[in-house]
Nanobody
Framework: QVELVESGGGLVQAGGSLRLSCVASGRAASRYDMGWFRQAPGQERKLVAAIKSSDEATVYAKSLKGRFTIARDNAVNTMYLEMNSLKLGDTAAYYC????????????????WGQGIQVTVSS
């Protein structure tokens, strides 16, 4: 069992930056592979980026690589998402997930989601 809590969202102007954090707690929390997802109103939840626990290998949504950077610090059971050059289209609720990363693909565990945090990019 793992619990996930996101922080760091908010309102930012287009072109600005934000860093999201996700703290994981629970047994063996640091052993989980983890990912960030986002969901805009009326749209499905989609993978933003994921990071493997063992070697910190990463995978990104193709459209976001270069602007977003995922990282983790297993010593404090925290995953981060650095978001730069934010665009209006980045407005969404962002969720962290604990799951599995195999062969370059991330598989979300449906039972391990954070509560979500809103990121709003204004013009």
């Amino acid at each position: 069992q793992v619990e996930l809590v996101e922080s760091g969202g908010g309102l930012v102007q287009a072109g600005g930056s934000l860093r999201l954090s996700c703290v994981a707690s629970g047994r063996a929390a640091s052993r989980y592979d983890m990912g960030w997802f986002r969901q805009a109103p009326g749209q499905e939840r989609k993978l933003v980026a994921a990071i493997k626990s063992s070697d910190e290998a990463t995978v990104y949504a193709k459209s976001l690589k270069g602007r977003f950077t995922i990282a983790r610090d297993n010593a404090v059971n925290t995953m981060y998402l650095e978001m730069n050059s934010l665009k209006l289209g980045d407005t969404a609720a962002y969720y962290c997930n604990a799951g599995a990363y195999n062969n370059g693909r991330y598989y979300a565990d449906r039972d391990f989601w954070g509560q979500g945090i809103q990121v709003t990019v204004s013009s």
